[in-house]
């Protein structure tokens, strides 16, 4: 694998914004508005003191000591959130040099961790010269490659699989289509005692019970609630789903089940269908990669192609009852998190967390239960050691300087003044040139190293669910 580490530091060099160096001095944020989110509450006229990429005091000003040689920044009117965490997105479909691009939109957005939920050895070494400081973006955990049928069969296949899996340093294995039962078990079974979690879509062959009964993890669709076990979702149906809700709900808080809703990556498959114009037109599509672009356009686009535009009426019913099941989740207590399909088709990474966030309050949440999603509870579900997704001293210095309190409105997480990642400190006009960047790359190689690239394998957008009946089929990852 040492190309490919090679390549990676060729292919992910630092912009002026973000250097691969330890930061030289230590970071204080002066008179600033914290919000922990340990719980609801705000901590006013804060000084906050970053070192080594972590934060080493945070207090009224008496209280702290300023380190000699310190970079202060000026807080005063702004409010300082934990990085946000995107826990679905997709890397491993796209070369490294577009690769560089997605780091880049995730880190401009304040999200300073992600979950890639299909994985590659490329990937790995991606996550590795992240976390060696070789190459700049969020932190990396990844899924392995997909543990299901057709790669693999019988029980005994499935072991192997979660074995290899744990052996080559996955953080999850991702179930993405059926098993046998008795595979599905094994599956659950084997990842228990090899210390691996199983996340991804239910079992929709078996139907949602079974997943229950192993405990799974986590799911990455509120959407897999809307099928059976023949992989259909039908109009006549849905009232039944409805009635199931509160049953669902029980069960998920029960087994303690984490769930990403991933409302906006269903919402924008259905805006795809309605009006593919508008969705290609956002502001934020001017800083994807070119190919990307074209790729989701009319002419390849997979959802305009299958789904015409009389099939909305049956999405957008399908995303309403999605609200609903959200809305009652939440209150059941089940556990929630931010995940958004990032580089499906039409989904743009970073600006999708903030999506995101918007739909689950207008489902139903408090702007302090949507922002815990992508915050303490994203960092009590990755287990990590060193992160609890709050501001407090002793946690690694992920941070998101804020214009605005995100409890008083939560479309206030996108009014970034600044981010701190891993205790580098990315100012409002460094973030707005590496967008520039990213904008004036989009009709060429912005790396200048295409070449080294190119025939790099480019998967075609995937389609897991294949259920022909269902109004709102989506090939999603």
């Known amino acids: 694998m040492r190309w490919i580490a090679l390549a990676l530091t060729m292919a992910f060099p630092p912009t002026s914004a973000v250097s691969q160096s330890p930061p030289q001095a230590p970071i204080v944020i002066a008179n600033v508005s914290v919000l922990p989110m340990d719980r609801e509450r705000v901590l006013a006229g804060q000084t906050v003191v970053v070192e080594r990429g972590v934060i080493s005091q945070m207090g009224p000003p008496r209280s702290v000591t300023i380190p000699a040689g310190a970079q202060t920044i000026d807080g005063t009117g702004k409010y300082l959130i934990p990085g946000l965490v995107d826990l679905h997105v997709h890397l491993a479909s796209n070369p490294e040099d577009e690769q560089r691009a997605i780091l880049t939109l995730f880190v401009a957005n304040g999200v300073t961790t992600i979950l890639n939920l299909r994985g590659t050895p490329q990937i790995l070494e991606l996550r590795t010269a992240i976390a060696t400081g070789r190459v700049s973006g969020p932190t990396v955990y990844t899924a392995g490659p997909y543990v299901n049928e057709p790669f693999v069969t019988t029980p005994d296949e499935v072991e192997r699989a979660v074995i290899d899996q744990k052996r080559a340093r996955y953080d999850f294995v991702k179930l993405h289509g059926n098993l046998s039962r008795g595979a599905y078990a094994r599956l659950n079974a084997v990842a228990r005692r090899e210390g691996i979690r199983v996340i991804g879509h239910a079992p929709r062959n078996l139907g949602v019970a079974a997943m229950f009964e192993e405990r799974q993890y ?29 049953e669902l709900a029980r069960s998920m808080a029960r087994t303690k089940t984490w769930l990403m809703p991933n409302l906006t990556a269903f919402k924008i498959i259905g805006w795809q269908v309605q009006d593919l114009d508008a969705v290609l037109a956002r502001p934020e599509m001017r800083f994807m990669p070119r190919a990307v672009r074209e790729g989701w356009g009319p002419a390849t686009n997979p959802y305009t192609a299958r789904l015409g535009k009389e099939k909305y009426s049956g999405i957008l019913a399908r995303y309403q009852l999605l609200e609903k099941l959200v809305r009652r989740f939440q209150g059941a207590g ?20 903030h999506d995101e966030l918007e739909e689950l309050v207008a489902a139903g949440l408090t702007t302090f239960e949507a922002l815990r999603a992508a915050t303490a509870n994203a960092a009590e579900f990755l287990a990590a050691i060193d992160q609890r997704g709050v501001v407090a001293v002793g946690q690694t210095a992920d941070l998101v300087l804020l214009d605005a309190n995100p409890l008083e409105n939560i479309a206030n997480t996108r009014r970034i003044a600044g981010v701190l990642l891993r205790g580098q400190w ?19 190689d912005r790396f200048g190293h295409a070449a080294l690239f190119r025939g790099s394998p480019r998967v075609a957008p995937t389609s897991a669910c294949g259920a022909a009946k269902c109004a709102g089929c989506r090939g999603h990852a």
Do not use: C, W
Request: aromatic share 4%; net charge negative; charged share 25%.
């Open 334 to 353: 089940v556990r929630l998190l931010i995940g958004t399909d990032a580089m499906n088709t039409g989904v743009v990474p970073g600006f999708s967390a």
């Open 426 to 444: 990315l100012s409002r006009s460094d973030i707005a040139r590496m967008l520039d960047e990213l904008k004036s790359a989009g009709t060429q």
């Open 218 to 246: 986590a799911v990455v669709h509120a959407e897999e609630f809307l099928y059976d076990k023949t992989n259909s979702s039908r109009d006549r149906d849905l009232p039944q789903v409805e009635a199931r809700i509160p």
